[in-house]
């Protein structure tokens, strides 16, 4: 019987041709069965399975049907099903032809099995000892997408006649494995190159980050006449965002346009990418507008080019705009957001990625820790701390540093280092995030035991890590370690001392009183001294009351930033401490004279996720009423255990009466008040202050912890003052 087939082949054709195969007893007829399995095989709506119940009913199946079934499980992605159908080949002693090992070579490479690869190259050996260009360089392909580049330009190498496939796969290979310079030297072998070669070597270049070299190959192959293409154009406009050279990427925009290259969605979120990175945001702006077909990293180029450049609310409103951001457009609003020290809408964020059904990697989770950290909001931090134990199996160094810093910064010191003593890795970093964590939090000899622990495992401390030992030396008043270690930098490990080194040692010796040794360290420094430096030395000069070297630090301070409040205020104090009224007003009408404004102090404390803000004598919270109450239940109480208000911290003219409310009126006492009322009373009181904590409430602090047993953490703008039953980690050195 003779079966007429049709050009294109449906699946009701195939299905009817099969029940007239069936009628007719044709099945063992080879030519019928071969038809029908390929048509099978090709037709995109036919059932994978339906082509594999056919070929099982084929009562002895030849080479050329074993490897119709084999390539089509590899084609439709069942590499398993082709590494089976192979297997069964073999036991019933089916021969196997080159083609069959090309295909099974694309199976093995799609299964990912570098093991199974390897016993099906050595049969193919074994079988076909000389290899011809055409299988060898499925051979080659093969093994380019195991990661087994060195079995590959084995391979490679013992082809006689390579042809351009067979090198520009190679070349491939070596770039994706990121050995480039071994690509570069077959490149130069290379007898034809073709613009896919060429493409393959720029996109090396960009993505190990030698964006010059990308580059530099790129005008090599437009001298040689080569005519670029689409994904040619892409690999080098990527090199060129990365150099953020935006006369280098007009040009190349040129070249498309003179090429009448056609603009893909892949090349224009490049051209909007290098525009964006190049600073020239209003491009990127046209490209993007101009898309018909914006696709999600279009949005993303866009998003993050405007975060980038500080336009934060422009990004904000693209964003909005977008149907289903994904978790790269979270972390690139997250990261401007935190760049523009916006943190509170950084952590708005998170909740908003969840509703998404989005899960924050590790990327998102160590930016919104560094939010967490600057803020002190540990409620939020522990929820990440939770979702990185709940999502990251693996807790790398990187997460975990991050989650110290973040304890650390909150003033939990406990949970830092349970967190430290966790982690199975810790680098150099590691090692520095605790022992910095340590001196903020008035752990001095703790952080120092860490150092040298540190150490002792054999790692090497850098710059950085000598800046957070002389802080800790700097808090804790160590005096005579601070010396050693600040000698012992360049002596020991030939670390020069840098500006935030001279700033640690001069507030070390300006703490502890040696104000010469101070200005003498100032006066030797090989750099400009910064006004960091010449800030501390104006609060050590005012602390042990030297009007003439408080005098220097304060012109030194206000040459070099003549519109902050900080010099001004604290060369009033020193004015007023030694009662020269009018040098003191003189200060006061320079300050009004150039405009600036004394900073208001603030505290605010966090209660079930809300950020509670207290300015000194502020009546705006809405339980002014109830807070006033316990506020005058805690000055009661005070002055019955003996405390005494520091009357002359007030520089304003009033009666003392008035001076203690103004004390008793201070925000931190405000914020504790209200904590007091809120939190239970086993729960700590944290306190974010943005300045300097008063002498004043610092002692009136330390007696509050003891009369009402309170833990109590106040984070001001240098350092952690934990209070505890009377005492303050810091021991009165700050």
């Keep these: 019987?003779?079966?007429?087939?049709?050009?294109?082949?449906?699946?009701?054709?195939?299905?009817?041709?099969h029940a007239q195969l069936i009628v007719a007893g044709s099945l063992s007829h080879s030519q019928s069965t071969t038809c029908l399995l390929k048509c099978l095989t090709e037709v995109s709506s036919a059932p994978h399975s339906y082509a594999l119940s056919f070929f099982s009913r084929i009562p002895d199946p030849s080479t050329f049907q074993w490897n119709t079934i084999i390539r089509a499980c590899s084609s439709h992605h069942f590499p398993r099903e082709s590494l089976n159908l192979f297997r069964k080949m073999r036991q019933k002693s089916a021969v196997p032809d080159a083609y069959t090992f090309q295909f099974m070579f694309k199976s093995c490479s799609l299964a990912g099995s570098a093991l199974e690869g390897q016993m099906v190259h050595a049969l193919f050996v074994k079988h076909f000892p000389d290899c011809d260009a055409f299988v060898a360089n499925s051979l080659v392909y093969m093994y380019v997408q195991l990661d087994c580049i060195d079995d590959a330009v084995t391979v490679f190498r013992s082809i006689d006649m390579k042809d351009v496939v067979s090198w520009t796969t190679i070349i491939g290979g070596l770039v994706k494995s990121r050995f480039v310079d071994d690509a570069r030297k077959l490149f130069n072998e290379m007898p034809v190159r073709n613009v896919v070669s060429w493409t393959s070597l720029i996109a090396g270049y960009a993505k190990d980050g030698r964006a010059s070299e990308a580059v530099g190959v790129f005008k090599e192959m437009m001298s040689e006449n080569v005519e670029p293409d689409t994904v040619a154009m892409v690999?080098?406009?990527?090199?060129?965002?990365?150099?953020?050279?935006?006369?280098?990427?007009?040009?190349?925009?040129?070249?498309?346009?003179?090429?009448?290259?056609?603009?893909?969605?892949?090349?224009?979120?490049?051209?909007?990418?290098?525009?964006?990175?190049?600073?020239?945001?209003?491009?990127?702006?046209?490209?993007?507008?101009?898309m018909n077909n914006k696709i999600a990293p279009a949005w993303n180029a866009i998003i993050d080019g405007y975060c980038k450049i500080g336009d934060i609310d422009i990004?904000?409103?693209?964003?909005?705009?977008?149907?289903?951001?994904?978790?790269?457009?979270?972390?690139?609003?997250?990261?401007?957001?935190?760049?523009?020290?916006?943190?509170?809408?950084?952590?708005?964020?998170?909740?908003?990625?969840r509703a998404f059904g989005l899960q924050p990697d590790k990327f998102t989770v160590v930016s919104l820790l560094t939010a967490c950290a600057s803020l002190g909001a540990l409620s939020q931090g522990k929820i990440l701390h939770a979702h990185i134990e709940e999502c990251f199996v693996k807790q790398d160094v990187y997460l975990g540093t991050s989650l110290l810093d973040m304890y650390t910064k909150c003033g939990k010191v406990d949970q830092a280092m349970?967190?430290?003593?966790?982690?199975?890795?810790?680098?150099?970093?590691?090692?520095?995030?605790?022992?910095?964590?340590?001196?903020?939090?008035?752990?001095?000899?703790?952080?120092?035991?860490?150092?040298?622990?540190?150490?002792?495992?054999?790692?090497?401390?850098?710059?950085?890590?000598?800046?957070?030992?002389?802080?800790?030396?700097?808090?804790?008043?160590?005096?005579?370690?601070?010396?050693?270690?600040?000698?012992?930098m360049s002596s020991l490990y030939n670390i020069e001392p840098e500006i935030e080194h001279y700033g640690c040692m001069v507030d070390l010796l300006g703490r502890c009183g040696h104000l010469q040794e101070a200005i003498g360290l100032i006066e030797s420094m090989p750099m400009e001294p910064n006004a960091v430096i010449w800030g501390s030395m104006l609060s050590s000069c005012r602390l042990y009351k030297n009007t003439d070297l408080a005098e220097k630090a304060a012109k030194n301070l206000l040459e070099l930033e003549p519109h902050e409040d900080a010099a001004y205020v604290q060369l009033y104090n020193v004015?007023?401490?030694?009662?020269?009224?009018?040098?003191?007003?003189?200060?006061?009408?320079?300050?009004?004279?150039?405009?600036?404004?004394?900073?208001?102090?603030?505290?605010?404390?966090?209660?079930?996720?809300?950020?509670?803000?207290?300015i000194a004598g502020d009546q705006r919270h809405p339980e002014i009423m109830e807070i006033q109450a316990v506020m005058a239940e805690m000055t009661k109480r005070l002055k019955s255990a003996g405390y005494s208000p520091i009357v002359e911290q007030v520089k304003v003219e009033m009666d003392e009466e008035d001076k203690e409310q103004a004390l008793f009126a201070h925000s931190e006492k405000m914020a504790i008040a209200f904590g007091i009322m809120k939190l239970p009373s086993n729960l700590p009181i944290h306190i974010l202050k943005n300045l300097r904590v008063c002498e004043d409430c610092h002692s009136a602090i330390k007696l509050i912890s003891k009369l009402w047993s309170r833990d109590v953490v106040v984070r001001d703008r240098s350092r952690f003052h934990h209070f505890r039953n009377g005492n303050c980690s810091c021991n009165s050195f700050w």
């Design 315 to 353: 990004a904000r409103s693209l964003f909005e705009k977008m149907n289903a951001p994904d978790i790269i457009t979270f972390n690139s609003m997250v990261t401007g957001y935190i760049h523009g020290a916006r943190l509170k809408e950084a952590l708005q964020l998170f909740s908003k990625l």
């Design 1 to 17: 019987m003779r079966l007429e087939w049709p050009a294109l082949l449906s699946l009701k054709h195939a299905s009817q041709l």
């Design 235 to 290: 690999a080098v406009l990527s090199a060129c965002a990365q150099l953020r050279d935006l006369k280098l990427g007009k040009w190349l925009h040129q070249i498309v346009i003179d090429k009448r290259i056609g603009v893909s969605s892949n090349l224009a979120v490049a051209l909007i990418n290098m525009y964006a990175k190049g600073g020239s945001i209003k491009s990127a702006r046209q490209i993007f507008d101009s």
């Design 418 to 488: 349970l967190v430290f003593g966790r982690m199975v890795e810790r680098d150099a970093q590691t090692w520095t995030v605790i022992i910095s964590g340590l001196a903020i939090n008035g752990m001095g000899k703790l952080a120092l035991e860490h150092f040298r622990l540190m150490k002792a495992e054999g790692l090497r401390p850098n710059a950085v890590a000598y800046v957070s030992v002389l802080t800790a030396c700097s808090h804790s008043g160590l005096l005579d370690e601070g010396r050693k270690f600040f000698n012992e």
């Design 575 to 614: 004015y007023v401490d030694n009662k020269r009224w009018d040098d003191a007003n003189r200060i006061r009408r320079l300050m009004d004279d150039r405009g600036v404004k004394k900073t208001a102090g603030y505290s605010s404390i966090t209660i079930g996720g809300q950020v509670h803000k207290f």
